[in-house]
């Protein structure tokens, strides 16, 4: 099992950065596929990016692509969300994810989640 803690939300003006941090617990973080989504006001959850493993490999949602990038440190058992060229549509509950067979889009196949992390982009 898992616990994540997600940080580095708040409010930003369009065009600004953000980054984001996961903080997992336990001693297997390497052993869990991880997963960055959002939750719009009114909206659905939706896919930002996911890592691997070892995180060779990475997957972003066309909305996002070429302006977020998601990385993971196994020795700090963190993963990280870098948002750059922040829009107001950016503007959403971010949320992280961790499962330990699953690595792909579908937020449904995560077990486990955090809290979130409220992200604004002001225009």
């Known amino acids: 099992q898992v616990q994540l803690v997600e940080s580095g939300g708040g409010l930003v003006q369009a065009g600004g950065s953000l980054r984001l941090s996961c903080a997992a617990s336990g001693r297997t973080f390497s052993s869990y596929a991880m997963g960055w989504f959002r939750q719009p006001p009114g909206k659905e959850r939706e896919f930002v990016a996911a890592i691997s493993w070892s995180g060779g490999g990475t997957m972003y949602a066309d909305s996002v692509k070429g302006r977020f990038t998601i990385s993971r440190d196994n020795a700090k058992n963190t993963v990280y969300l870098q948002m750059n060229s922040l829009k107001p549509d950016d503007t959403a509950v971010y949320y992280c994810?961790?499962?330990?067979?699953?690595?792909?889009?579908?937020?449904?196949?995560?077990?486990?989640w955090g809290q979130g992390t409220q992200v604004t982009v002001s225009s």
């Open positions: 994810a961790a499962d330990p067979s699953f690595y792909g889009s579908n937020w449904k196949r995560y077990d486990y």
